[in-house]
């Protein structure tokens, strides 16, 4: 079964520009997830998805970055204008359900804003 | 909301001893998982574990639920598991998310 795929791996950007990553679940997971991860720090949750709906979106600094998930699969996290504090590794996420499963990462998509 | 806590922060071992990582946690939980995250970012399920004991090889955990913590047991420490060790736990009335202690960085000496 393949996994949760993530892309691209790795992305420099100068601050004020803009990146989008993309994310394909493992295949039936309806529940998607967007983590950011700073260097030395736990994964803090950005956005959570149900099917195409979102659920949680409360860390999700709305004035710079955007995320859907137009058709219930695949997902884009979007940064513009960027800022040097942005630099980390986004980890896209996915589970069956909401609850009580088992919650899969990808391989993560690590952004350096210079 | 809801507090992760792992010990110790940081560990180093030689190759071949054991070890006990401890994650506690402030509520009660619905959903908890393990995972290394090894050194190229990615981070693997360990055990999904919100009460009760697993074992997966040389890899064990057990959670108590009513005293709030988890502990995860390495033996026979190979330089392959080195890497940071994170708990993540989540509440059905929080939408299932995942929050995430701190991680333990464990380094394994050959």
């Known amino acids: 079964e393949a996994g949760v795929a993530q892309s691209p791996r790795y992305k420099i950007i100068e601050k004020r520009q803009s990146v989008a990553f993309w994310c394909n679940p493992i295949?039936?997971?309806?529940?998607l997830y967007w983590y950011q991860q700073i260097l030395g720090q736990g994964p803090k949750l950005l956005i959570q998805f149900q099917n195409n709906g979102v659920v949680d979106d409360s860390q999700l600094p709305k004035d710079r970055f955007s995320a859907e998930r137009l058709k219930g699969v695949d997902s884009t996290l979007k940064i513009q204008p960027a800022k040097l504090e942005d630099s980390a590794v986004y980890l896209c996420?996915?589970?069956?359900?909401?609850?009580?499963?088992?919650?899969?990462f990808g391989e993560g998509s690590w952004l350096t804003v210079v | 909301g809801i507090q992760v806590e792992q010990s110790p922060p940081d560990l180093i071992l030689q190759e071949g001893a054991n070890s006990t990582l401890r994650c506690n946690f402030s509520?009660?939980?619905?959903?908890l998982q393990w995972f290394h995250q090894n050194p190229w970012g990615q981070l693997i399920n360990l055990f999904y574990?919100?009460?009760g004991t697993k074992q997966n090889g040389r890899l064990s955990a057990t959670t108590v639920a009513t005293e709030r913590y988890s502990l995860l047991y390495i033996s026979s420490s190979q330089t392959t598991d080195s890497g940071v060790y994170f708990c993540a736990v989540a509440l059905y009335n929080q939408g299932g998310k995942l929050i995430f202690g701190q991680g333990t960085e464990l380094s394994v000496k050959p």
């Open positions: 509520d009660s939980v619905n959903n």
């Open positions: 996420a996915s589970s069956l359900q909401q609850l009580g499963n088992t919650i899969y």
């Open positions: 295949s039936g997971h309806a529940t």
């Open positions: 574990i919100p009460s």
